[in-house]
């Protein structure tokens, strides 16, 4: 069995797969982990069809590691006989700089590391090391490895992963682009490549841009399967509208509204990455549900709605332009995955490029599927929906590179 486990600063998510072929065993979320002493800590643990929740202390990730452990092993379905069934720990990390290009098993050296890259990442790398620590106290013998959600993006060329900043503060503070949700970009852009080559298109040719549409959103340009661009920069603000962050933004607006508005840089940052985007245009919601479902009332909504579309839309044809051309866009994550309508609006348009959506195939339900092709029969371009599986990719990972220890 492979456990992979994505710590957050309060919460611990864990999902258990196969060792043989991957599948899905059981997977949950411990909930409000230290918060308040971890006295309204809440554990939701799903197996086999069935689910429960347990509400117990949890006062640090140690505590609510050894829960999780507990309701694998003691759940009803029996997910796990015994620890001893667990092989292999992959770790999501969020932030593994330019140190780390692939998934790597964790040592001493590797936790050094992601400790010296919590600078760049201090809301995330934190967190996920107390899990790798947690995991080291409660299952030492088990081999883990991090995957980091940067790794896919290094291979950005130098005038699409720095800014136009004096040259120090690159080289001494490493302030550059380095882009996030990669485990997303790389599965799914994987998945697009297998269906271009289906259709013929050798690997190294294929041109794709991958829109990760989720609570957070970014956008890829693959280009013969390496990353050529993204729109998430130095942190996960820049680029696109989120549901609560504000994405792409002149520099000289936190600097006017903390000396005009005399804020604080915490409120600015509040600002502009918990009050903006979908939420803070539209006045209604982070929700992108409750942002269709208003828009014919709300012109604020509406106008959301626009802004989330057009920049999309403005990121497949910046892309096209930095790969010269493309061959598939695929849209991914919750936002991606089940809004037709948005897809319609953000492709409308785009046939200048090549891509034609069929808009028959883009209403119909989508029975469980790897990915769907939305694109009319002759449109030389195709429009791809992924569902997106961080988590297993993760899982891979760490089998992978168990197996040649
Ligand atoms: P994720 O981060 O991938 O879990 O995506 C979560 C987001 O997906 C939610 O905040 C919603 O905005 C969006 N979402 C989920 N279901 C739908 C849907 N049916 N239509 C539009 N947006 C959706």
């Not at 918060?35 to 939701?44: D, P, R, W």
């Not at 799914?188 to 989720?214: F, N, W, Y």
Request: aromatic letters at 6%; glycine letters at 10%; charged letters at 20%.
């Amino acid at each position: 069995m492979i456990l992979v486990i994505n710590c957050g600063s309060s919460s611990l998510k864990y999902e258990l797969f196969t060792l043989s072929d991957e599948c899905s065993v059981a997977n949950g979320i411990a909930e409000r982990v230290g918060v308040n002493g971890g006295t309204e800590a809440v554990l939701k643990h799903r197996c086999g069809g069935s689910s429960r929740e347990t509400r117990t202390p949890m006062p640090d990730h140690a505590v609510a590691l050894r829960q999780v452990l507990d309701a694998l092993v003691g759940c009803e379905c029996r997910a796990l006989d015994s620890l001893d069934q667990i092989r292999a720990i992959g770790h999501r990390v969020v932030h593994g700089g330019e140190r780390f290009s692939e998934s790597v098993v964790i040592d001493d050296e590797v936790i050094a590391a992601i400790e010296a890259m919590c600078e760049l990442a201090p809301l995330h790398n934190p967190a996920n090391l107390v899990g790798i620590r947690a995991c080291q106290q409660l299952l030492p013998r088990v081999p883990q490895v991090a995957v980091f959600d940067t790794a896919f993006h290094q291979t950005m060329p130098v005038h699409a992963y720095l800014y136009g900043l004096p040259y120090e503060l690159y080289e001494k503070h490493g302030i550059r682009r380095y882009g996030f949700h990669g485990t997303s970009h790389r599965y799914v852009s994987g998945i697009a490549s297998d269906m271009l080559l289906e259709r013929g298109l050798p690997r190294e040719e294929q041109k794709i841009v991958t829109c990760h549409l989720g609570n957070g959103c970014s956008m890829a340009a693959v280009k013969g399967g390496k990353c050529v661009d993204t729109t998430m920069g130095l942190t996960p603000l820049e680029g696109l509208l989120m549901g609560t962050r504000c994405g792409d933004l002149d520099p000289a607006v936190p600097l006017y509204l903390m000396d005009q508005l005399k804020m604080t840089n915490k409120q600015v940052d509040t600002i502009m990455n918990k009050e903006s985007g979908l939420l803070g245009v539209s006045g209604v919601s982070n929700d992108m549900r409750d942002i269709q479902r208003t828009k014919a009332e709300n012109p604020r909504s509406q106008a959301a709605l626009d802004i989330f579309c057009y920049r999309v839309r403005k990121y497949i044809g910046a892309y096209a332009a930095a790969m010269g051309g493309v061959n598939a866009v695929v849209f991914t994550a919750g936002i991606g995955e089940n809004d037709p309508p948005l897809v319609a609006q953000v492709m409308d348009g785009l046939e200048f490029l090549g891509l034609y959506l069929d808009p028959v195939r883009n209403a119909q339900p989508k029975p469980n599927s790897i990915g769907w092709d939305l694109a009319t029969d002759d449109s030389p371009g195709r429009i791809y929906i992924i569902p997106t599986d961080e988590e297993r990719t993760i899982a891979r990972d760490a089998k992978q590179l168990v197996a040649a220890l």
